[in-house]
């Protein structure tokens, strides 16, 4: 276990409203990343963060923002979920090691 | 752009050997993962390849090639458990970012 704590694990919410899902990790680790997994797509990243307040979009970045003030907590927000955001979240560390993901967020968006 | 391209579906007899290959096309290349993902479940790391070659890990083997941008995983005496989706990523650049395929679902069967 790579000591990353994802949460809520489920969650509901309606188009238009804001949601906040949390990673938080026990390893130090100054690198977090913030995946989505769809089917048919795979696992694509949407930002990372490198340090505490230091982060960069990924390929799948608009609609959301992050937020690193610790370094054991990377906060991801969808400001106006849309149903196209319905989707498992994955939080994941690691740098040159291999990643070590959390056991995801399942968001629905009705 | 970035592209990794893996067969969608695969089916194998329980015992039996099974391959699963994985090209890839990407602006810069650190690395290649295999990660192995039960439904429902976070991925769970695998094997990695760095250098040309082949990697043995157990009834899992690795193999690499730069030059072809080729990759497979090598699934030995398969068990009914390893009925899993095996995801191939390609670590691009600095930052330890992972570009993922679309993985492949392998049904091992009796």
């Known amino acids: 276990d790579a000591g990353i704590t994802q949460s809520p694990r489920h969650k509901v919410t309606e188009t238009g409203t804001p949601v906040t899902l949390r990673c938080h990790q026990t390893?130090?680790?100054?690198?977090m990343y913030w995946y989505r997994q769809d089917p048919g797509h795979g696992l694509r990243l949407i930002h990372y963060s490198y340090g505490v307040k230091d982060t960069d979009k990924g390929e799948v970045s608009d609609g959301y923002s992050v937020s690193r003030s610790k370094t054991e907590d990377f906060l991801l927000t969808l400001e106006s979920a849309t149903s196209s955001q319905t989707s498992v979240y994955f939080c994941?560390?690691?740098?040159?090691?291999?990643?070590?993901f959390g056991n995801g967020t399942r968001l629905t968006v009705t | 752009g970035q592209n990794i391209d893996q067969p969608t579906e695969m089916t194998a007899t329980e015992g039996a050997i099974v391959q699963i290959n994985c090209t890839y096309q990407t602006s810069g290349f650190n690395g290649l993962f295999w990660y192995q993902q039960h439904a429902g479940e976070a991925p769970t790391f695998l094997s990695y390849?760095?250098?040309?070659g082949l990697e043995e890990k157990g009834r899992f083997s690795s193999f690499l090639s730069r030059s072809k941008g080729y990759s497979y995983l090598l699934l030995k005496e398969l068990q009914m458990k390893d009925s899993a989706s095996y995801l191939c990523?390609?670590?691009?650049?600095?930052?330890?970012?992972?570009?993922f395929g679309q993985g492949t679902e392998l049904s091992v069967k009796p």
């Open positions: 990523a390609v670590r691009v650049g600095q930052g330890g970012k992972l570009i």
């Open positions: 390893e130090n680790h100054r690198y």
């Open positions: 390849n760095v250098l040309d």
């Open positions: 994941a560390i690691g740098l040159n090691s291999p990643l070590h």
